[in-house]
C-alpha cells in the first residue's frame, strides 16, 4: 500500500478547484497502475470543495463504476474531519448513482425529466 | 419603481425593470430613481452595465444623494457623479464589487479575497465557520460561472451589518439564468422557482456526463446551521427564505435575465458555533 499526501502532492491546502481535482485524478490513475490500494492522507488540508472531490474521486469512481464500498476497496483516507469525509462519500454516492443512470442507458436528461414533479 | 430595496421576491421584481429600461435607454444617463439599494443590487447594476456598454456608454445616476453615495463606496464603475462617502454605511463594512471571471479562478486568491471580505468581521475566530463560509460561497462562485454561459463572469457586492451581527453578499451573473438552463433540460412546464428548487436538491445537475449537483445542495445545508438565509432569483422566480427557516417559492413580477444569489452569513456570537 502506498501513501499519497493530498495537500503535498497538490501543492496547498485549499482543495477546491476543479483543476486541482483533475490533478489527483490524473495522479491516482497512475498509481492505480501499480498499487491496488492508496492511502490518501489529507493532513494539513484547510477546505474541500464537492467540485475538488467530483473531479477527483468521483470522476475515478464514474470511471471504475466504483460505488461506496469498492471505492474503500482501493483507498484508506486519513487525517480528515468528519465532514469533509462525509463529502467525499457523498460525492462518491452521487457519482455512482450517475454512473449508474447511464450503464443503464438512461439519460440522466430524460431521468430527471420524468421524475421531477412538484 | 421603488425607493428601498429590500429582500423580499418584490424587490427583486422590481430590480428586474431596470434590465429593460438600460436596454432601451437611449440617453447618457439612466436615473436609478433608488433612495436605499442593497448589495445584490449593485451586484446586479455592475453586470447590466458591462453587458450593455459593450453597446453603449450610459452611466448610472440618482437624484438621491444616498444611493449615489452607496454605489461610490461599492465601487459601481458607471457611475456618473462623484459623491462623498456615506456616513450611514462605513467603508470598512462595504465589500466593493469584486468580478470573477474565469472558471477555476485561482482558489486560493478566492480563500484570500473571502478572509479579507467577510472572516475579518467574526468576532471571534471560529475556524470551522470560516471553512464552511469559504467553502460554501465557492460551491456558488464556480456554479454560476460554470453554468450561466455568461461573457461578464460574476459580481459580487457585499456588506457587514454590526448590529444586526450578519454579512450580507450577492453572486450575480447576467447569462441564461439557472431557472431558463433547468427549464430547458428538464423540458417541464413548471415555474422558474420550481427550477430553482430543482437545482438546489441533492445530485440534481444539468451537466450529463460528469459528478455533478451537490454544490447548491451543500451551499443550503450551510446556510440552515448556520441560521442565515439566502434568496435566489432567476427569470420570473424566486426560491429562498428571509428570517424564517421555511424557504418559500414566489413569482417575481418582471423577467430577471440571468442569476442572483443573495446570502445573509449569521456572524452573531451566539448562533454562528457549527458543531
Known sequence: MITINVVKLIGSSSLLSSNKGITLYEELNNFLKEHRQITLDFFGSEYLSTIFINHSLGQLCVDMGWDITKFYEHFNIINISEEHQASIELAISNAYHRYNLIAQKLDPKEYYSSTCSY | ????????????????????????????????????????????????????????????????????????????????????????????????????????????????????????????????????????????????????????????????????????????????????????????????????????????????KQAAGLGLHIFRQFIKLNSGAFQIVSGNGYFGNMESSQDEKFSISNFLPGTIVNIRINLDDNTYILK
Not at chain 2, 436596454?23 to 442593497?38: Q, S, V, Y
Not at chain 2, 450593455?52 to 459601481?76: D, M, P, V, W
Not at chain 2, 471571534?124 to 465557492?138: A, D, P, R, T
Request: proline share 3%.
Open chain 2, 1 to 208: 419603481m421603488i425607493p428601498y430595496f429590500g429582500i423580499k421576491y418584490t424587490s427583486f421584481g422590481q430590480l428586474a425593470r431596470y434590465e429593460k429600461a438600460l436596454r432601451i435607454c437611449n440617453n447618457d444617463i439612466l436615473d436609478i430613481k433608488a433612495k436605499f439599494l442593497r448589495p445584490y443590487c449593485v451586484a446586479y447594476l455592475d453586470q447590466l452595465f458591462q453587458k450593455y456598454n459593450g453597446i453603449k456608454s450610459t452611466q448610472l445616476n440618482s437624484k438621491h444623494t444616498s444611493a449615489n453615495r452607496y454605489l461610490q463606496q461599492c465601487e459601481f464603475k458607471y457611475l456618473n457623479t462623484i459623491a462623498k462617502l456615506s456616513k450611514r454605511f462605513p467603508q470598512k463594512y462595504i465589500a466593493p464589487i469584486k468580478r470573477f471571471s474565469g472558471y477555476n479562478e485561482l482558489d486560493d486568491q478566492f480563500v484570500v479575497w473571502v478572509q479579507n471580505t467577510i472572516i475579518k468581521h467574526i468576532p471571534k475566530v471560529n475556524g470551522k465557520l470560516e471553512q464552511k463560509i469559504i467553502e460554501s460561497l465557492w460551491e456558488i462562485t464556480q456554479n454560476s460561472l460554470s453554468h450561466s454561459e455568461s461573457n461578464f463572469g460574476v459580481s459580487a457586492c457585499g456588506q457587514y451589518y454590526p448590529e444586526k451581527k450578519y454579512f450580507e453578499i450577492a453572486f450575480v451573473d447576467c447569462g441564461c439564468g439557472i431557472a431558463t438552463k433547468v427549464g430547458k433540460y428538464l423540458n417541464n412546464k413548471l415555474d422558474d422557482s420550481d427550477f430553482i428548487e430543482w437545482a438546489m436538491l441533492e445530485g440534481n445537475s444539468t451537466l450529463n
